[in-house]
């Protein structure tokens, strides 16, 4: 199974760049689209209309973060936040066993979570600019020590 572990960068772009255009896609319209039809969608499901700037901005400009891979991390737990909303306000009204009426939501939530917790991986730009770095590492290191 070594030669998989190889292919994790790969994967991880792969990853990140299918998350980028469906956010990319879905961010899109929210801001340049019809917007009081979404404004009254997000109403209708009681959020603040103002939500549908703030949804589409994290969206289109996120997703195209998360294709380049830079900022990863905190762009893919801000769409995973977004998408938790989403299965909630939206999405459970029909309750949790129907399943395929939230069943997009709740991949895209899933995989912008692994995203948050593992990076954006070697093929990106937070790897140059952040190397493989996590929070806590000096912490392993002095105790390797």
């Not at 299918?18 to 917007?35: D, S, Y």
Request: net charge positive; aromatic share 14%; proline share 4%.
């Amino acid at each position: 199974m070594d030669y998989l572990e190889r292919l994790k960068p790969l994967a991880l772009l792969l990853l990140r760049a299918a998350l980028g255009i469906v956010f990319m896609t879905r961010g899109w319209p929210k801001l340049f689209g019809q917007n009081a039809g979404m404004q009254q969608f997000f109403a209708e499901h009681g959020l603040p209309t103002s939500f549908v700037y703030l949804s589409g901005v994290l969206e289109l400009f996120g997703g195209g973060l998360l294709i380049l891979g830079l900022f990863t991390r905190p762009v893919a737990f801000l769409l995973a936040i977004e998408m938790g909303v989403a299965i909630w306000k939206v999405h459970l009204l029909k309750g949790y066993l129907v399943v395929r009426e939230y069943e997009f939501p709740l991949v895209l939530f899933a995989a912008c979570f692994v995203l948050a917790t593992i990076g954006a991986g070697f093929l990106s730009i937070d790897q140059p600019l952040f190397g493989g770095r996590r929070s806590g590492s000096r912490v392993s290191k002095k105790k390797a020590e």
